[in-house]
């Protein structure tokens, strides 16, 4: 499959937005708050394009020294092909280089899938946030080291 993972451009956040209401349904940021990410985080906003279509996300912001994971989305009909693995190694590829340590999510206690995909990545379960859904449901806190996977090479 043909798919690249860029930096977001400004036309793209109509689609991300879609894209976020299609998957997080309740929990979905809204415009305003995706077009904040843009502004203050474009560093770590990427897309994954198929064709020039807007298959998929991730964004992350500096916070506190460490990277902060605020969504990562890929359409359902491109989930199980690798493009959220791809938009995770370039996030953290980009980490390493400007320097960051560490690197902070919050997942769904019910989301195997992407549990499954950042315990590969060598994330460490350290916390969890009790009623952080609009469903009332749960997330774990992830976290990975950078300094401690320095040498380690994920495929």
């Given at each position: ?16 937005a879609e ?125 990975l080291d ?10």
């Amino acid at each position: 499959m043909d798919i690249k993972v860029r930096k977001i451009e400004p036309g793209d956040l109509f689609y991300i937005a879609e894209i976020e209401e299609k998957v997080f349904g309740l929990d979905a940021f809204p415009f305003y708050y995706l077009f904040e990410l843009y502004e203050k985080c474009r560093d770590f906003f990427l897309v994954a394009d198929y064709k020039g279509l807007t298959i998929g996300y991730i964004v992350s912001c500096i916070e506190n020294q460490s990277l902060h994971i605020h969504s990562v989305a890929v359409i359902e009909g491109f989930r199980g092909k690798g493009i959220g693995r791809m938009l995770l190694e370039e996030t953290i590829k980009l980490a390493k280089s400007m320097g960051i340590e560490k690197i902070l999510l919050e997942v769904s206690t019910q989301n195997t899938v992407a549990i499954a995909l950042y315990e590969k990545f060598g994330f460490k379960r350290v916390g969890m946030r009790t009623n952080y859904y609009a469903d009332g449901s749960d997330a774990y806190i992830y976290m990975l080291d950078l300094k401690e996977n320095n040498s380690q090479h994920v495929r």
